[in-house]
């Protein structure tokens, strides 16, 4: 098993865009950007300035939505990608030059990539069979694997005879069976309906505690990157926005980015809120309301000399409460999930959203085009600067 190090990790991808634009007339307007990625003269950056120290036996997250750089990233550690500038150390060993083979580490694609015409066995056994495993050794690793992931009695099966599901875990049966330093997953979860994705990553889960090795896992689903992992990397455009605990990045989030991103649903935010301090108090107004903030808060603000200012004020949905004392808003939308009701009312020409609470509420009163009156603890509430940052 084995930790990771990376420095100043970078891919550029050369601009073949390049010359099409020397071609366009005076008065074109040059592209500056593509898929939200930096181009430099170098061309086009996909990651930059990705420095991580992953421990051994870590299971850490890669997310961020699509086009932030995280399979590019996971490719450069498995070899698959060249790393344009920055090292990569599997242990103490520099990998940048060594080739995908030689590194110990096994991937699990989002396709399964299993061989169609080999029985499961086959397919697990594949890899040791090239290294010339002995027959034995492989039969007992591919057998433990399967016992392992549930799916002994399909090892005569042929993938096309499997679910989805099934064949995920063949997927990722044949990775384990090599017992590699470190297991790569690139959203390996995202073709399964939403039954089976919750199945299989409690799967994961399980396999995690079954196998001795470091996990790296990508993912767009911020559900699974919280749910799955002991640190969650948040990618914005190549670059890292934030790296926590789960709990961390929930509760605590860098910036704007991380805050809407991480949070089903997504923070509330109320936008040109104005930041005052009165005799070293400080109070935030949000829609014509003056809310005086916490001893906590108001012990942050001042420690980073915050001075009166406009800010955005955020407020996750789950944090929210009926309140007839509270704010008025009109009802757009109410969802029923069960044990909650999703609200979705206009506040002031903003959009804002609540997570209530069904038991022992009258869910026929909170319909749509009604009127709901709701507040939120002052504690809870997130304030950002101008520069998009969290204040607090």
């Keep these: 098993m084995a930790s990771l190090t990376l420095k100043d990790i970078k891919k550029v991808y050369p601009n073949s865009e390049e010359k099409k634009s020397k071609k366009k007339k005076k008065g074109d307007e040059p592209e500056k950007q593509k898929a939200n990625l930096q181009i430099t003269d170098e061309g086009v950056v996909a990651v930059q300035q990705f420095s991580l120290d992953i421990a051994d036996k870590e299971f850490i997250v890669l997310v961020g939505p699509s086009g932030c750089g995280k399979s590019t990233t996971l490719r450069m550690i498995a070899g698959l990608e060249e790393i344009s500038s920055g090292e990569l150390y599997i242990g103490d060993r520099l990998?940048?030059?060594?080739?995908?083979?030689?590194?110990?580490?096994?991937?699990?694609?989002?396709?399964?990539?299993?061989?169609?015409?080999?029985?499961?066995?086959?397919?697990?056994?594949?890899?040791?069979?090239?290294?010339?495993?002995?027959?034995?050794?492989?039969?007992?690793?591919?057998?433990?694997?399967?016992e392992i992931l549930d799916i002994t009695q399909y090892l005569d099966r042929k993938p096309k005879a499997l679910s989805g599901g099934q064949?995920?875990?063949?997927?990722?049966?044949?990775?384990?069976?090599?017992?590699?330093?470190?297991?790569?997953?690139?959203?390996?979860?995202?073709?399964?309906?939403?039954?089976?994705?919750?199945?299989?990553?409690?799967?994961?889960?399980?396999?995690?505690?079954?196998?001795?090795?470091?996990?790296?896992?990508?993912?767009?689903?911020?559900t699974e990157a919280m749910t799955l992992g002991d640190r969650i990397v948040i990618m914005k455009d190549g670059f890292i926005q934030q790296i926590?605990?789960?709990?961390?990045?929930?509760?605590?989030?860098?910036?704007?980015?991380?805050?809407?991103?991480i949070g089903t649903?997504?923070?509330n935010f109320f936008e040109n809120c104005?930041?005052?301090?009165?005799?070293?108090?400080?109070?935030?107004?949000?829609?014509?309301?003056?809310?005086?903030?916490?001893?906590?808060?108001?012990?942050?603000?001042?420690?980073?000399?915050?001075?009166p200012c406009s800010v955005t004020l955020g407020i996750r949905p789950v944090h929210m409460q009926l309140?007839?004392?509270?704010?008025?808003?009109?009802?757009?939308?109410?969802?029923?999930?069960?044990?909650?009701?999703h609200l979705h009312m206009n506040v002031q020409g903003n959009d804002v959203v609540a997570v209530i609470p069904t038991a022992g509420l009258d869910v026929s009163a909170h319909s749509i085009g009604k009127s709901v009156n709701f507040s939120f603890n002052?504690?809870?509430?997130?304030?950002?600067?101008e520069d998009g940052n969290n204040l607090l």
């Design 95 to 146: 990998v940048n030059d060594v080739a995908p083979k030689d590194r110990d580490i096994a991937m699990v694609f989002q396709s399964y990539a299993l061989y169609p015409h080999m029985t499961v066995y086959d397919n697990m056994a594949f890899s040791l069979k090239l290294k010339k495993t002995p027959k034995a050794e492989i039969d007992k690793k591919v057998r433990e694997a399967a």
């Design 167 to 222: 064949r995920q875990r063949v997927a990722i049966g044949r990775a384990i069976v090599r017992e590699p330093k470190v297991l790569l997953m690139d959203e390996p979860l995202s073709n399964l309906d939403a039954k089976l994705r919750n199945q299989m990553r409690a799967e994961i889960i399980k396999l995690r505690q079954k196998i001795n090795t470091t996990f790296i896992y990508v993912t767009h689903d911020q």
């Design 244 to 261: 926590g605990t789960p709990q961390e990045v929930f509760n605590h989030p860098i910036n704007l980015f991380v805050a809407g991103f």
């Design 265 to 267: 649903p997504q923070m």
């Design 274 to 307: 104005a930041l005052s301090v009165d005799a070293g108090k400080y109070s935030v107004e949000v829609l014509g309301k003056k809310i005086a903030l916490t001893e906590g808060q108001n012990k942050a603000l001042a420690a980073k000399g915050v001075k």
């Design 323 to 341: 309140d007839e004392g509270g704010f008025t808003g009109k009802i757009d939308v109410s969802e029923m999930m069960g044990s909650e009701l």
């Design 378 to 385: 002052p504690a809870l509430c997130h304030l950002f600067g």
